[in-house]
């Protein structure tokens, strides 16, 4: 299926959320307003939610120490039907599921924190309840299900029925308006016809959620549409469990669906719907990365300090010396500032008083880069012991520490749910979302002149009011959120005021690139990632500061978290002011030379003195619809 990049710009920008409701502490950021006020004082939950969060933690603990062998399900590349059956009867897989449909009703704050202890365990497992539960089955019912169809599957989901979500195809990715898998109305039901890739948890699904397009026609506005779907359904088949670099316990698979009736009753939402539920399921749903990554940084502290007090070199534990120890402050730093900022975006989730679709995908964005450098770094602290496999090192009779497999297994995470890449533009999107709204029909070429002359008077009134407003502000007084520095702790405020400050540079970088650019600007990622880098920055910095404070009064490691804080803060700021330094001056016009050469076959010279070792094939397989000719391996786990 063949479309332009307009009408694949189209497709998306109708399925994103148009209107903001509520307030957002990082909108306000991107446009040059630090409102403090929407994060601090930091959420708290709510008593009851809190004691039953942290009474299932308990348990899951106790069984993931227990039953759950990470490198084991590492090596075999599968995780045990015996520890799958385990967490179905702990309530695993109920965890986000409502009490009066038979789940456990934690809290976004306790679900996350249950992702990222059972991900400690093997990140596989973690892959499993995420899939299921985060962008699953249960998910999307509870937003937008009917009362029927939540009486009808949740139940199912939540006493161990596993879901999976299906979107991607072999030829489309982040490109949703390319979608071709098909469902066609026949009565009262629909007939799917296409094939699914890199589909997480759906070689071991009961039930799958389906986006298909549904062709207009005749009482059909037709779109792209989300269904449950029977995985046992006739006409489904599992043809491939992939194998991947890391997580190799993850079920994941390709699914062919041939003449596969659905019936109408479980169409999610209405026609055409497909891709806003979907998108707004990962408003939440997004957060499930970082709270694994979160406790990936943990795991990573923990053995770095130990291998680091036990390891000498020239005389003295390798941590003083002090190429190590800034390795070991940054991965300290920054998994206070993850876990920072996924708790403050979890807890803002359970208030329901933001909006927290630029966090949520900010804390992403943020959690996938920043704990695969830890992972890195403690590769580079352990050496060569980092590099080699914790089976090879128990076999010589070392601590088997699996330092490579983490590694292995945090790298996807820069991809799932959305690359790096992807959430630069999505976030970006949302960051001048105020600007398009004022000013964007000044540079659609299909508006009318009197189209521009409104939004000519409409951006100009905004922005008399708004640009002002961005050349002074609370972090130019010394005094600014002094309770911020108490006695006897480091100064956090002079932070929190470069936050300020930086959040206001933001935006004027933001509205001098959309006048240099204009329509163009939407072909500068390397200045938008940027943009959006510097905000991720300035967000896990107000987290950890939040964060800080809130322990401080809570009688909690306080002084502790203040450092933790001030170290992150101090890091966070070099990197701030490199990406600012960047937005212009850069190698981006000559990146794009580069690359039209590359393409062009400039440069294939250089590829010479080298073999391929890869397999012939075509670069995507063929997804043509029809029956599937090869042997299903779909299993189901009882």
């Known amino acids: 299926m063949t479309v332009s990049e307009r009408e694949a710009r189209q497709v998306a920008e109708a399925a994103r959320e148009q209107d903001w409701r509520k307030p957002s502490f990082a909108r306000e950021l991107f446009l040059g307003r630090f409102r403090l006020d929407l994060i601090h004082p930091h959420p708290r939950p709510a008593d009851a939610d809190a004691r039953r969060g942290e009474e299932f933690l308990a348990r899951l603990r106790a069984f993931c120490e227990a039953e759950i062998d990470g490198p084991r399900i590492d090596r075999e590349g599968m995780v045990p039907d015996e520890v799958v059956k385990g967490l179905k009867e702990l309530g695993a897989l109920g965890m986000k599921i409502d009490p009066e449909y038979g789940g456990l009703g934690l809290s976004q704050l306790h679900y996350n924190r249950a992702l990222a202890l059972a991900g400690s365990a093997s990140p596989a497992v973690g892959a499993l309840l995420s899939a299921h539960q985060s962008i699953g089955v249960p998910q999307p019912l509870k937003m937008f299900g009917t009362e029927e169809q939540k009486k009808a599957f949740l139940p199912r989901c939540a006493r161990g029925e596993i879901s999976a979500f299906l979107l991607t195809e072999p030829d489309v990715g982040s490109d949703p308006a390319r979608l071709a898998t098909t469902a066609v109305p026949d009565g009262d039901s629909y007939v799917l016809d296409g094939v699914k890739l890199w589909t997480t948890n759906g070689v071991v699904a009961d039930l799958l959620v389906v986006m298909a397009r549904v062709p207009a026609s005749e009482g059909h506005r037709g779109g792209i549409t989300a269904f449950v779907v029977e995985a046992d359904s006739e006409g489904i088949t599992v043809e491939n469990r992939n194998a991947f670099m890391g997580l190799r316990g993850i079920e994941n698979g390709v699914t062919r669906f041939h003449r596969v009736r659905v019936p109408a009753a479980n169409r999610i939402g209405p026609e055409g719907a497909g891709l806003k539920i979907a998108l707004t399921t990962l408003n939440t749903g997004r957060l499930s990365l970082p709270a694994m990554c979160a406790g990936a940084g943990k795991w990573c502290l923990k053995i770095a300090r130990e291998w680091s007090a036990a390891r000498e070199q020239w005389g003295k534990p390798i941590a003083y010396h002090e190429a190590v120890g800034s390795k070991i402050s940054f991965i300290a730093a920054t998994t206070f500032a993850l876990e920072a900022v996924l708790d403050l975006a979890s807890q803002m989730a359970d208030d329901d008083r933001n909006d927290i679709r630029i966090e949520a995908a900010l804390a992403k964005l943020y959690g996938s880069e920043m704990a695969y450098e830890m992972a890195d770094e403690l590769v580079q602290i352990r050496g060569g012991r980092g ?158 500061c939040v964060r800080a404070e809130m322990l401080r009064v809570r009688g909690e490691n306080g002084r502790a978290a203040y450092q933790l804080a001030d170290a992150f803060c101090r890091q966070a700021r070099i990197r701030t002011e490199e990406l600012f330094d960047r937005l212009w001056d850069n190698t981006d016009d000559i990146d794009r030379k580069v690359v039209r050469g590359v393409l062009g076959g400039a440069y294939a010279w250089l590829e010479e003195g080298v073999v391929d070792p890869s397999t012939p094939g075509p670069w995507i397989a063929p997804a043509d619809p029809g029956p599937s000719t090869r042997t299903d391996v779909h299993r189901l786990i009882p």
């Open 387 to 544: 590099f080699e496999t914790a089976d090879s090192l128990a076999a010589r009779g070392e601590r088997g520490v699996p330092a490579e497999q983490m590694l292995r297994d945090l790298r996807i995470n820069r991809i799932f749910e959305g690359s790096t890449e992807i959430m630069h533009l999505l976030i970006a999107r949302e960051a001048v979302d105020a600007h398009l709204s004022v000013a964007g029909d000044l540079v659609d070429p299909d508006k009318t002149l009197t189209d521009k002359g409104r939004a000519a008077v409409r951006a100009g009134g905004f922005y008399a009011r708004w640009l002002p407003k961005l050349i002074a502000g609370h972090g130019q007084l010394p005094t600014s959120y002094r309770e911020f520095h108490p006695g006897g702790h480091p100064d956090l405020a002079v932070h929190l005021r470069y936050v300020e400050r930086a959040s206001r540079r933001l935006a004027r970088a933001t509205f001098l690139g959309m006048s240099r650019w204009q329509a163009k600007l939407e072909g500068k990622q390397g200045f938008l990632g940027r943009i959006v880098d510097i905000g991720a920055e300035l967000f896990a910095m107000s987290a950890a």
